[in-house]
């Protein structure tokens, strides 16, 4: 058996004096009755030409509003300005309105009703609405001015991929073997709400996230199209085994931040009741990692939370929910790609093409949602 990588030794070494608590929560609302960031100047690749593309937000300047704190401060250096749970929202309008809707017809609107559907499903307090989970336990690091400092620069979107993708912002379109005209779909590069140093949206079941999804014009990545996003190669060069590289290293992604005690009672994630008050959301806002970065441009596929997509079963056609990716605890399950399963703990290997199968259920009837549960859509283009 080949040894552990230095990243992965040095990581597991500094949990073994952690206890942990739930790998990974089994909350589900159906059944429920009721590390510190790299620096900002870490690398990241360009998500395509630089003429005429979207870059980054810049981080306010002096005076603003969010401006930093501390005059003189690393950027890249948590806690220096800004304060990192200013954008944890609680309030269903602050939650809203950090995405938009596509335009309904009236046709459309005799069999939706989006208003309606976005007060019943947001706003925080509960696990029963998409939220960025229990601002009381929470614990971010990052916050929204050093996420933009670090993607200061940035290209994230150039016009060509925002005009193939519909003129949908912040997606890129994927392809295989190099060849940008064979793109059949376009995918958002950060976990939703889509937006760059914004904190990523838990508690969302795999029927919501498809709702929301198709209100904006968009629907659910497959199983398949997630991992092409992940590993393959705008180039149409050889794969990879994970978004940044061929070998693990859990200080690239939000992967190696461990779960802890909140008022000395560790998460319990029996219920989606007992999640919520015990289980801490330590997210960070998305892209606060840069070089955690697929080299088609998308963002946090290791790390921050788990992703929810759909897979069609082969034997019998249907479409069933599959979960995919990691979390910010990932260092407490972590193996390498090619390691063998250790006896008498959980670990899984989180590379790009990695399969697991949790919380499998049909797509007409998926609710299982959790803490550390999120998503991303994607778009079809002809």
């Known amino acids: 058996m080949r040894p552990p990588s230095r990243p992965l030794r040095l ?15 089994d909350a589900d609302r159906g059944r429920d009755a009721g590390g510190a960031p790299p620096p900002a100047s870490a ?46 929202y609680e309030a269903r309008e602050d939650l809203v309105r950090l995405f938009s809707l596509k335009e309904f017809s009236e046709r459309e609107r005799k069999f939706k009703n989006p208003e309606l ?71 958002d590069i950060f976990e939703f709400p889509n937006k760059p140093c914004e904190l990523p ?35 149409g060069g050889k794969p990879r085994t994970y978004a940044y590289g061929d070998e693990l290293d859990l200080a690239v992604c939000h992967t190696q931040t461990p779960h802890r005690d909140v008022e000395g009672k560790p998460c319990d994630g029996d219920t989606a009741r007992s999640a919520y008050q015990t289980c801490a959301t ?25 992703e929810i997509m759909t897979r069609r079963d082969r034997d019998d056609g249907k479409l069933y929910s599959q979960l995919k ?20 703990r959980e670990t899984y290997p989180d590379h790009c093409a990695y399969s697991p199968r949790w919380h499998v259920e049909p797509m007409e009837d998926a609710w299982h949602a959790n803490y550390h549960l999120g998503f991303r859509c994607c778009k079809t283009i002809r």
């Open 282 to 306: 330590d997210t960070e806002p998305a892209g606060s990692y840069p070089a955690c970065r697929s080299r088609f441009g998308v963002f946090d596929q290791h790390g921050n939370v788990a």
């Open 325 to 344: 990716g990691s979390a910010w605890f990932y260092v407490e399950v972590a193996r390498e790609h090619d390691a063998p399963r250790p006896k008498g």
């Open 11 to 25: 990581a597991l070494a500094a949990l073994a004096a952690a206890a942990p608590a739930c790998s990974r929560g």
């Open 201 to 235: 949206m838990v508690w969302a079941s795999p029927t919501q996230a498809a709702t929301v999804c198709s209100l904006q014009g968009k629907r659910l990545c497959t199983e398949d199209e997630w991992s092409l996003a992940c590993r393959g190669d705008p180039g």
């Open 43 to 88: 690398s990241a690749p360009s998500a395509g030409p630089a003429a005429s593309a979207t870059a980054a937000p810049a981080p306010p300047a002096s005076g603003d509003a969010g401006a930093p704190t501390a005059a003189g401060g690393d950027a890249g250096a948590p806690g220096t300005f800004g304060d990192p749970m200013a954008t944890h």
């Open 117 to 187: 559907f976005l007060e019943k499903n947001f706003g925080g307090g509960s696990p029963a609405r998409l939220n960025q989970g229990n601002k009381e336990l929470a614990r971010h690091t990052r916050s929204k001015e050093q996420c933009l400092e670090g993607l200061r620069g940035v290209v994230l979107q150039t016009e060509e991929q925002r005009a193939r993708c519909g003129g949908q912002e912040n997606m890129v379109p994927v392809y295989k073997r190099g060849k940008p005209a064979s793109a059949e779909f376009c995918i």
